[in-house]
């Protein structure tokens, strides 16, 4: 058995429990992990064991455990065998004390939630001190964690610990809602204010419900993504403040938003952009206030031509007064008009070629713009 021991936890703050710089710990190989699953479950446990969120001070991961391989990372020892239930891949153990331990006590007091979610104490009148969180192997077998040695270990407890203590602190309900309830602030504001913040700030400071609106947690750690954080108001910020600045490592989530096919994908908002653009060129009828989706859609298509877009604040006006550019260019050169309707007819392809900044389409722009 390999336990590395960790001097110090995560009571203090979502970051200080954390071992490296963020850069190590959310390196290039593990945002290939598909984290969501996993990270879901272990927030709905804690939330339906409701005490944590009552001692989130004192809350912290303490060992992360892998009972095939036998090894474990932490503050503290791997957890006593009694609580170690089969068919788990994954046992956590976390405090809800200002001092935990670090040695296994030989005799514990317990208190069973579910099967695999087990409060326990060294006595009766403390048995709430500590909770034992088992991640079932059925939750990892359909995710690509790296979960056996103790290396791996480490990195999860990095992870989870910080995102956890994160959660608690923020009293977040995961059963109630099914996405966060981002309140209607505006874009210029989600970027002052969440943009360029640093991993650790952002994990120590920020509600989960503002992670997204957040640079580095898309290019060094989208694999904390979940599918609640992926609101609607999220799609017009992402074309208009991070699209353009990923880099080609994404996690699964991360990457299945971006390019997926779905409703709730930035790829079908992009297409629903190119479908009113589409409308508006036909009926010859420039809204006052475009659509969000032809909004961003317009800023991307623009940004190939026109560094930096539409701009960096809400500004439909120049939306308007580009659309009405391009019927008057089209009006001037209905060969061009012509052209334009029929390679933004395949709704699809245009859409990727936009994700993909495609070079054919930008030299396409330049006689459109």
Not at 16 to 31: C, L, M, P
Not at 280 to 288: A, E, G, Q, T, Y
Request: proline share 5%; charged share 20%; glycine share 6%.
């Amino acid at each position: 058995m390999a336990h590395r021991q960790i001097q110090t936890n995560f009571r203090l703050n979502a970051w200080k429990g954390v071992r490296g710089t963020s850069t190590s710990v959310f390196n290039a190989n593990a945002v290939s992990q598909e984290l969501s699953p996993v990270l879901e479950y272990i927030i709905q446990e804690l939330y339906e064991a409701g005490y944590p969120s009552v001692k989130s001070g004192a809350f912290s991961l303490v060992n992360i455990y892998n009972p095939d391989t036998k090894h474990s990372v932490g503050y503290s020892e791997r957890p006593h065998q009694d609580l170690v239930k089969p068919m788990t891949g994954l046992t956590l153990t976390f405090s809800m004390v200002s001092r935990p331990l670090i040695k296994t006590p030989a005799e514990i007091f317990d208190s069973r939630i579910t099967d695999f979610t087990i409060f326990w104490g060294t006595s009766f009148t403390n048995s709430n001190d500590y909770l034992v969180v088992s991640v079932p192997k059925e939750i990892l077998k359909n995710t690509k964690v790296a979960w056996g040695l103790v290396d791996d270990l480490f990195s999860l407890y990095n992870i989870i610990g910080a995102v956890t203590k994160n959660y608690v602190q923020n009293e977040y309900n995961p059963r109630n809602t099914v996405k966060f309830n981002v309140p209607n602030m505006p874009l210029g504001m989600l970027k002052s204010k969440y943009l360029e913040l640093t991993l650790p700030n952002l994990l120590k400071n920020v509600h989960p419900m503002y992670w997204p609106f957040n640079l580095d947690l898309w290019t060094k750690a989208s694999q904390l993504l979940m599918p609640r954080h992926l609101v609607d108001s999220l799609n017009l910020y992402m074309c208009v403040h991070v699209l353009d600045m990923l880099g080609p490592r994404l996690s699964p989530q991360a990457n299945s938003y971006i390019n997926g096919t779905g409703p709730n994908t930035l790829n079908y908002f992009i297409q629903d952009g190119v479908r009113g653009i589409l409308q508006v060129l036909r009926s010859k009828n420039v809204p006052d206030r475009a659509e969000d989706s032809i909004y961003g859609t317009l800023h991307l298509l623009f940004s190939m031509v026109e560094a930096g877009g539409i701009g960096e604040t809400e500004d439909y006006a120049t939306v308007s007064s580009i659309l009405q550019g391009m019927l008057d260019r089209f009006e001037s050169n209905p060969e061009l008009e012509q052209d334009f309707l029929q390679k933004f007819t395949s709704i699809q392809l245009v859409s990727k070629q936009i994700l993909n900044g495609d070079d054919d389409l930008r030299r396409f722009l330049e006689e459109v713009f």
